[in-house]
């Protein structure tokens, strides 16, 4: 049986689901599994035949042992990877992942949905009737969950966004699906969203609420995340790129989850040269682990990397040491990319190519060119759709995104949403008052 573990404190080892139900452990850090499973070399052998939900099942099974039955992991998997994830040629060596063909537009939306049938077998096994999920978002992560989550019998998704901050694309993405989707808009910035979650999480008279997270502090929306980089070089293999077995990885580098996951990979067998960690301006990893905690972060053209701790720094030190010198292979870390840079290799690419990378897929790009031996494959994670960032990307390109169908069939429905002060006594009672009228009646359309 596979056992987790917090990164920070000694409590005690719990299952899979236990963790995932948890989201954070009671002494505090995150979870991590106790050992990480070794991938047989078989599987190695065959990979370039396997699709990406083959690699996600592999990944699931090694993760979550017998706690649910494999047909129900093979179903859990199935709703979570619905979306493929082609490999782009962009030219020379290099190549991108594309991880945004979900609902949702981002790689958020594998892991959400993974979360979401992972929390549903859970209260299944414990007979619990009432689950209440919490996300704080500027964006991503609050549409991902809502729509990896909607309709889900039992459970309310609360999405906590900071005033004015989001834009009507946004928005749009989770304020107009309704049924169990609660949009809060909470009267501060996204770091009171995150301090009334953690709040809530931890508070005793919500235990009766099942109050948990489904953000990348949940091991749950780890655990998918995995099999991106076996994919890339199953992908990789079969489009027969000489030396995949030496490539190197470029993953934007906010809150850690792609690195750390890649690095899982590496540990369960993947082969790779390095990985590179791309962060922005703010260059939050670099200052994270010199014990710079003071930065605060600045708007740039690739505002998820627009942060000062990285929330997954935790599972990096414990996997690395701080120095990353344990890493499971190389982690290159370089200065973080300035707004120019990045500009300037979304528009070389499209000039050169034809190609429209998003801002932060463009970071890890500028980030591995700069870093990465001249000679070896060069692998980004495009982890967002250009659309996502529709005014940025509009602003630098001089021409029109178009808009997939994802969003379009958002914008033409009327939002909904309750304004909160960022207290948790508000929340609470807000919480409290789901399936009552007196939510629905205080609720703003726009």
Do not use: W
């Not at 870093?371 to 509009?394: Q, R, S, Y």
């Not at 029109?400 to 939002?415: D, G, K, N, Y």
């Amino acid at each position: 049986m596979m056992l987790y573990t917090s990164t920070e404190s000694d409590t005690t080892a719990v299952r899979c689901l236990e963790a995932v139900e948890r989201c954070i452990p009671p002494g505090g850090g995150l979870y991590m599994p106790q050992q990480i499973p070794a991938i047989p070399v078989a599987l190695f052998n065959n990979i370039a035949e396997m699709s990406l939900r083959d690699i996600a099942y592999v990944v699931a099974s090694s993760f979550l042992g017998n706690e649910i039955p494999a047909g129900e992991i093979k179903q859990t998997v199935d709703y979570a990877f619905a979306a493929d994830a082609p490999l782009v040629h962009l030219g020379g060596n290099s190549y991108a992942l594309e991880l945004f063909h979900g609902p949702t537009l981002t790689f958020k939306d594998y892991g959400a949905r993974f979360v979401a049938r992972l929390l549903a077998a859970a209260d299944r096994q414990a007979g619990r009737q009432r689950r209440t999920v919490l996300v704080a978002t500027t964006g991503n992560s609050g549409a991902a969950t809502a729509n990896g989550m909607l309709g889900q019998n039992g459970t309310d998704v609360l999405v906590l966004y900071p005033k004015g901050a989001l834009s009507r694309t946004q928005k749009s993405q989770f304020s107009t699906l309704g049924r169990n989707v609660h949009p809060l808009e909470v009267d501060g910035t996204i770091e009171d969203c995150k301090r009334l979650v953690a709040e809530a999480i931890a508070d005793k008279e919500l235990e009766y609420a099942g109050a948990t997270s489904a953000n990348s502090l949940n091991i749950g929306r780890m655990i998918p995340q995995i099999g991106f980089s076996l994919h890339a070089y199953a992908r990789m293999m079969a489009a027969g790129v000489p030396h995949a077995s030496e490539a190197v990885y470029a993953i934007p580098s906010g809150n850690l989850s792609n690195l750390v996951a890649t690095l899982m990979a590496v540990k369960m067998g993947l082969p790779a040269k390095a990985v590179v960690a791309a962060t922005n301006a703010n260059d939050s990893l670099r200052r994270s682990l010199t014990g710079d905690t003071t930065h605060r972060p600045v708007p740039t053209v690739a505002p998820s990397l627009d942060i000062s701790l990285p929330a997954g720094l935790s599972r990096l030190t414990y996997m690395c040491g701080k120095d990353l010198s344990k890493a499971p292979c190389p982690v290159l870390v370089p200065p973080g990319i300035d707004d120019r840079t990045i500009a300037s290799t979304v528009l070389r690419l499209k000039a050169d190519n034809g190609y429209t990378i998003d801002t932060h897929g463009a970071t890890a790009l500028a980030a591995e060119l700069a870093t990465a031996p001249a000679e070896a494959p060069k692998l980004v994670f495009a982890t967002g759709h250009p659309a996502k960032n529709l005014d940025i990307m509009t602003r630098i390109t001089g021409s029109t995104i178009e808009l997939p169908v994802q969003l379009t069939r958002f914008m033409a429905s009327r939002r909904r949403f309750n304004t909160i002060p960022p207290t948790l006594a508000a929340l609470r009672k807000y919480i409290g008052n789901i399936g009552r009228p007196t939510a629905a009646d205080n609720c703003r359309t726009y």
